[in-house]
């Protein structure tokens, strides 16, 4: 195994791009280090991205949103007042990441690129509508997160590719977000089903909209059917029926050791309208 | 606490610091993989990925070939002829003709790193021809199952049985027909548990030496150095005094190291390499496929009671799996425990083990007790509920005490099982009002408790200090409690005593720390060893002063005149006595073996309340009561982390944890990630109440703390659930996947 650091991501695109057997990048570790561990995953070329300038920063952009360096971890996002002011829901999907020792290391775009869809901190991103800046041999290009995943434990990205920053867009006015998982413990587990809603208010009514849901298909789904049944609601009772039974629609989840298919769609309904009621508290609504 | 205050001590029942908690604090103590030799090699084990599978072939040369590899061993490095107990241990360690699990030992590597083994494991080829498997236990029972080992069967079998079905156990006594025909109401059910390991936090791991001359070493993480040694010594064909096997710190057993899995494999390893030392640490997904859960079982249970709560007869028939070995389930134990707190006038018990291919059971913390409880708690509660009557007053009404006749055969010694409900009864947490969704569960439990073969030796130092030499590893506490027996008979400062775990070339043969006996066993040797260097310090003294030595008593830690020559000569101390016996007579010690009788079985009983989420099955566990009968709490910090630990694997076991098998027969979730035992946060603050009802069998009235506590969360958890929900589950995990599949099967008729 080859181990490489390097100072840019231009250098470490090409890096990557030349190298001929299993690449890995590697910025918190947490799921590289584990599988190089339990021999799943032995890298020919590991990446070490922690060196490249700004790869720990959370810098506001010229937009008004967020820019999260690819080494951030989750604990830097929970110390980080502005970020969470703006963006709950983001921050908690990625706080329940793990356990403490996991949090100092973990990170967004890691998380992302594991490909997982019970992935607790992508649901958020999604619903939240960022975007990663992505470096590869033909430059940069931005992508919407939610075209990352291309399936269990795959992405879009071509060889020598790979994610430079998460860019979270401006909270603006009235906005709220929240994202719940299941899990039959408290803690240290991975979601059964997860639920992220980002919403705007005008007035009492839901005027923009956006679910993401985890862990009930082959890869986390944006849910614009979802998204359209509490448009233009106050959240009352028959938006959030309206609301759960799109979320269960759209599911098509799988019976594993986590959990069954037919919880799974229930479960996801229950979920998101928990996960609706937070994010309309949290922008300025009254609680339903 | 309910304290027994028929005695008082002057160290017995406090609650001093813990012998090994600075090592443990500050990472100094040492586990089973801490350990290093000169010229050390390392292990790895090549294990069959398919549930049963006959091995056609194992060629090794591709992973000899590599650099730094020492040897390889297959089972053709191991005596043949080996019959009964001995030959399962042999078969389990490395597999013969048939792989019988998913993760069956099929070969093992030596190489002179971790990673440079677990590379020639991966280069050792084996040619499989998979068979068909089965691993629920129903299915395992069938008559067209999979045969897993025809001619397993022992003589209880009667011939045209399933060809799985291998031991079949039937007692009891009294009128089964004329009991259920007195009672007022009769019911009976069918209850499911899943398979659960133990889940220590410390994966087994040796280190293992062995010469050509067949003399060995091993340092080993275990719950019993003798039977490390005695089981090593047979699967090898060695001679047991030939090897020297030294327990390490160990981090948690429950029963899972009271026997032996990998450890062999060590030695063999190390014969073939020229003796060099080898170490064998497992992954815990090693541990979770091949080491030893406890079974599956599959009950049917009838009872008859009258409208006031009598139970008039009882009916238990037990259909269990323990892996691919005859006599691994705790179907018998299982048996014995389920009416083991009633007095019922008619019993029947019938039993059936089940091959199955999963990995062969070994204990775990009162094997079978919390899935017979399980099953019978649970129905009693059922009833309880359809007569409309009291739990805890049922139990009353019914409860074992001295005298009664155990279900299980013996007649009852004095016990604690009335005391434990009565101090349930008043504990304020049963008064406290439930909200919705909400329910209290309640339940009792029982284990035997052990005494077993014990030697333990005692030494006076020159300063006057006391060490205890003890061959049951601590896993509990037992060196503080020891060390407190001690020092309470001695009349000397608990801290003057130091208690070690020994080596198996340092007292005769121990049993294990099982059976809830180390404190009650060991324990009562110490003391004895103790009374044994008293009488021998009073005889110095009484030589010094020129008296009888019966005219010196002991006390307060000093030979003391009494009678005539009361006041004529001072005190002489325990440190006066030790600096000047070298002079006196030579060392000071005291030593006693036995196989302890004299044990005194713990009764509990539990209390829980738990919310369940209507919308999504999930049951939070509000608050925990344990209330259990110690006979004497030595030290009450450590009972109550018994009591305490007892309904955590309860409570994990009751709600998330089980072995989830594919269609393939391989296990999906042999990591912690997906087995779900419970984390910190899930639980409360577990309250306890200690009951003191002293065992005479032992001179402070220890019974044993360690196993009671598993035994009542679970059908506590299920009647808790039924209480929140009115729904009965009867089959475990009671996951949310489940809970809400029964919650939604009622709403929609």
């Given at each position: 195994m080859n181990y490489h650091r390097p100072t840019s991501f231009e250098q470490a695109s090409a890096i990557a791009a030349a190298a001929a057997g299993v690449t890995r990048f590697l910025a918190g570790g947490t799921d590289v280090l584990v599988q190089l561990r339990a021999g799943t995953v032995t890298p020919d070329d590991l990446i070490d991205l922690k060196h490249i300038p700004g790869v720990k920063e959370i810098a506001p952009t010229a937009e008004g949103g967020w820019r999260i360096g690819v080494a951030v971890s989750g604990a830097d996002l929970g110390r980080h007042a502005g970020l969470c002011a703006d963006w709950p829901g983001v921050v908690e999907g990625m706080r329940l990441v793990g356990s403490i020792q996991v949090q100092g290391r973990a990170t967004l775009a890691g998380n992302l690129c594991n490909g997982s869809a019970a992935a607790d901190s992508v649901p958020g991103l999604v619903a939240a509508a960022a975007r990663v800046s992505v470096v590869g041999p033909q430059g940069r290009r931005e992508l919407a997160v939610e075209d990352i995943p291309a399936g269990p434990g795959r992405t879009v990205l071509a060889p020598g590719e790979l994610i430079a920053a998460i860019i979270l867009p401006a909270r603006g006015a009235r906005g709220g977000d929240a994202y719940l998982r299941f899990i039959p413990r408290t803690e240290m587990d991975i979601a059964v089903v997860g639920a992220a809603v980002n919403l705007r208010l005008d007035g009492d009514r839901v005027a923009e909209a956006r679910v993401a849901l985890g862990a009930v298909a082959p890869r986390i789904l944006l849910v614009p059917e979802a998204a359209d049944a509490i448009l233009g609601t106050p959240l009352d009772a028959s938006a959030l029926s309206a609301l759960a039974a799109a979320a269960t629609a759209a599911a098509r989840p799988i019976t594993d050791r986590r959990g069954t298919a037919e919880f799974r769609r229930e479960v996801v309904g229950v979920l998101v309208c928990r996960a609706a009621r937070i994010a309309y508290q949290r922008a300025g609504g009254a609680a339903t | 606490m309910a304290k027994d205050e028929t005695a008082t001590f002057r160290l017995i029942g406090t609650r001093p610091d813990r012998p090994d908690g600075l090592d443990k604090v500050t990472g100094r103590a040492r586990y089973g993989a801490d350990v290093q030799a000169p010229g050390m090699l390392h292990g790895a084990v090549v294990r069959s990925p398919h549930a049963h599978a006959r091995i056609l072939r194992i060629d090794a040369s591709k992973a000899l070939a590599l650099d730094g590899v020492k040897a390889v061993v297959t089972r053709a490095d191991l005596p043949s002829g080996l019959t009964g107990e001995d030959w399962n241990l042999q078969e389990n360690t490395l597999a013969g003709e048939?792989?019988?699990?998913?993760?069956?030992?099929?070969a093992a590597v030596a190489a002179t790193s971790k990673l440079r083994a677990q590379d020639a494991a991966r280069l050792v080829e084996v040619e499989y021809e998979i068979l068909p498997h089965v691993t629920d236990v129903d299915e395992a029972i069938r008559p067209d199952a999979p045969a897993i080992r025809p001619g397993a069967a022992d003589h209880s079998v009667p011939t045209g049985s399933p060809p799985n079905l291998v031991r079949q156990i039937d007692f009891g006594h009294g009128d089964l027909e004329a009991g259920f025909a007195a009672a007022d109401l009769v019911r009976e059910q069918t209850y499911r548990t899943e398979a659960t390991h133990q889940g220590y936090i410390e994966p087994q791991a040796c280190l293992g030496q062995l010469g050509a001359d067949g003399k060995g070493e091993m340092w080993v993480c275990t719950q019993g150095q003798w039977y490390i040694r005695r089981m090593c010594a047979a699967v090898l064909g060695i001679e047991a005094a030939q090897l020297r096997v030294t327990p390490s710190e160990i981090g948690g057993g429950f029963g899972g190291k009271t026997t032996i899995f990998m450890e062999p494999l060590a030695l063999a390893l190390s014969r073939k390499a020229g003796g060099r030392p080898v170490k064998l640490v497992m992954s815990r997904a090693e541990v979770m496929r091949a080491t030893g859960p406890t079974g599956s079982a599959s009950m049917d249970v009838k009872l008859g009671m009258t409208a006031e709560g009598m139970i008039t007869a009882a009916k238990v028939t037990f259909r269990m799996q323990g892996g691919p070995f005859v006599g691994a389930s705790p179907v018998g134990e299982a048996l014995s425990c389920a009416l083991a707190c009633y007095t019922v006038p008619a019993v029947h018990h019938l039993g059936l083990e089940v091959l199955a291919n999963r990995p062969k059971a070994a204990a775990y913390r009162a094997p079978g007790a919390p899935m017979a409880a399980f099953a019978v708690e649970s129905l009693l509660d059922e009833m309880c509920r359809e007569l409309q009557l009291d739990p805890i007053e049922v139990r009353l009404k019914n409860a074992a005490h001295e005298g009664t006749k155990a279900s299980y055969g013996p007649t009852y010694k004095r016990i604690g099982l009335v005391e434990t409900l009565q101090a349930t009864k008043t504990h304020p947490n049963l008064s406290l009002p439930l909200g919705p969704n909400q329910g209290r569960g309640v339940a009792a439990g029982f284990w035997f408790n052990h005494g077993g073969e014990t030697s333990v030796s005692l030494a006076i130092g020159e300063d006057g200090t006391v060490q205890v030499s003890i061959g049951t590893p601590d896993i509990g506490g037992s060196r503080a409690s020891l060390a407190l027996m001690v020092a309470e008979t001695l009349g000397i400062p608990y801290e003057n005593v130091r208690v070690n775990v020994v080596e198996t070339g340092a007292l005769g043969v121990n049993e294990p720390t099982h059976g809830s006996r180390a404190t009650f066993a060991s324990g009562k040797a110490a003391v004895e060893s103790a009374r044994q260097a008293i009488a021998q310090m009073c005889r110095r003294a009484a030589a010094a002063w020129g008296i009888d030595p019966d005219a010196v008593e002991w006390r307060d830690g000093a030979a003391v005149p009494s009678g005539d020559n009361a006041g004529k000569f001072p005190p002489m101390t325990i440190a006066e006595i030790g600096a000047a016996m070298g002079s006196t007579g030579g060392p000071i010690s005291g030593h006693h073996e036995t196989t302890a009788g004299g044990v005194g079985a713990s009764f509990g009983v539990h209390v829980v309340d738990v919310e369940v989420d209507?919308?999504?099955g999930r049951t939070t566990v509000l608050r925990y009561l344990v209330v259990q009968?110690?006979?004497?709490?030595?030290h009450p910090a450590y009972v109550e982390g018994q009591y305490q630990g007892g309904a955590a694997q309860g409570i994990g076991w009751a709600l998330n944890e089980e072995y989830v098998y594919g269609a393939d027969g391989r296990l999906q979730n042999p990591l912690f990630l997906d087995y779900r035992m419970p984390v910190a946060s899930d639980l409360p603050m577990i309250d306890t109440v200690i009951v003191e009802v002293p065992n005479p069998g032992h001179p402070y009235g220890v019974r044993g703390v360690g196993e009671t506590g598993i035994t009542p969360p679970l059908p506590a958890l299920a009647n808790a659930i039924a209480a929140a929900t009115g729904l009965r589950l009867r089959s475990l995990p009671m996951s949310p996947p489940k809970v809400l599949a029964a919650l939604r099967a009622r709403a929609n008729g």
């Open positions: - | 048939v792989a019988l699990y998913d993760g069956h030992a099929v209507p919308e999504t009968d110690a006979g004497r709490a030595i």
